[in-house]
């Protein structure tokens, strides 16, 4: 059975994997700076301001990415060929590199 690259594929998955692993990597960052803000910064009314302001826009716009992301299938799969297509030998031929 030979090896063909355009029968592989692979899922829409993937990159809802690296979404989760941006939104992980924002949370860790987000505490972080709200815990030295409480640690370190100037007490008082506007520094909780400032904190409930940061926190509720980012429940905000998580929310909504989260909303936007639903309505679509992770399941799919995305095959390699259409790809492939585009990186066709006439693209060279026409540069005159020559066949590849």
Known sequence: MPFSLTELSFPVLIFLGI?????LFYVVYSLFTAIHLIKYGVVGFPMYLIL????????????????LLLRYDWTYSVPLDFITSLFDNSLFQKAGIGSL
Do not use: H, K, N, W
Not at 19 to 23: E, K, P, S
Not at 52 to 65: H, Q, R
């Open 19 to 23: 979404y989760c692993f941006f939104l």
């Open 52 to 67: 409930v302001v940061y926190i509720g826009g980012t429940i905000l716009l998580i929310a909504a990415s989260i909303f």
